[in-house]
């Protein structure tokens, strides 16, 4: 499918991998629509010149009037967090994702774009997992619904007529990520920031150009019916990575051991229970930090031509750059 001209119309546009993919497809030449539970963050892609409002992807209507003229829909709208309700998560990650599916189709959009996660695999996994799987849902919401969200879309995958492709990236980051800048940033600021098991873990990490190239790729290959792990394909280390955020903070952290880290978590899942708070801290927490191997891209080289053109020393400048000049961390 040629880009130029196309119309995409992106859930959680708002947000860290639906901003870049606006700015990215105008960039382009495409016509951005987009779709945010947030006003203010529709601010800076209204200023884009992109047709957005503020909406809700279990909503009909909603999804209706996002899917009106489009070609492509990109939805990257989910709960991502390490624990929670599981009940929640099906409601947004699974029902979402096939409400905006059908609407989509309804719509007559040629091609829906879903964004998964490497996180189907679960936390114990082959090296160098192919799209094959195995894949494991942990009883963690977060990868369970992963897994469901991707079956409810694949069974509606049309070819030719409404392509559905799956993207599974690895841990995304770049200016702005939450997860993996700007929240463990914070936390080294403050002196507060420790990591466990740093040593050994892998960290697929994929810079957040990276990932957008990879999927701009996959519209353009009309690889409907195919799913694709999307990385850096690189074995780099979470010790290496947080360490090199440190430094681009002037900052040091703390290595704890597991069994320490695991016994902190506790308390403080405990302590969220105890004054009737949403726990923000379990043992997955931690699991998602301590998978061991790397995730294969081999597929994406091999279909789409993928090859990752932002390699870590430069995403890092990158990220030390919007660290430097957003001036939002504690004096």
Known sequence: MELTGKTIAIT???????????????????????????????????????????????SEQDAARLC????????????????????????????????????????????FVHLSSVMVYGFQFPRFVTEDGPLRGENNPYCQTKIESEAALGVMHDPGNFD????????????????????????????????????????NHVYIDNLIDAVMLAIEKDAGGETFNVTDDAETTFADYFSRLSGCLGRSYREVPIPVMRALLWCLDIGFRLVGKPSEADSDTLNFMLRPEPYSVEKAKRVLGYSPTVDLDEGMRRVKSFLDNENWLPQ
């Open 12 to 58: 959680g546009v708002g947000g860290f991998i639906g901003f870049r993919m606006a700015e990215m497809a105008k960039a382009g030449g495409m016509t951005v629509k987009g779709l945010d539970l947030s006003e203010p963050a529709l601010e800076r892609v209204k200023a884009l010149g992109a047709d957005c409002f503020v909406g809700d992807i279990t």
């Open 68 to 111: 009106e003229g489009a070609d492509i829909v990109f939805h990257t709208a989910a709960i991502v967090e390490a624990v929670g309700d599981m009940g929640l998560f099906r409601k947004i990650n699974v029902g979402g994702a096939k409400n905006m599916a059908e609407q989509a189709r309804s719509a007559g959009v040629s091609c």
């Open 164 to 203: 559905v492709i799956v993207i599974r990236p690895g841990d995304v980051y770049g200016p702005g990520s939450k997860p993996w800048v700007t929240r463990p940033a914070s936390f080294m600021a403050k002196g507060m920031f420790v990591n466990a098991g740093g040593a050994h873990a892998i960290m």
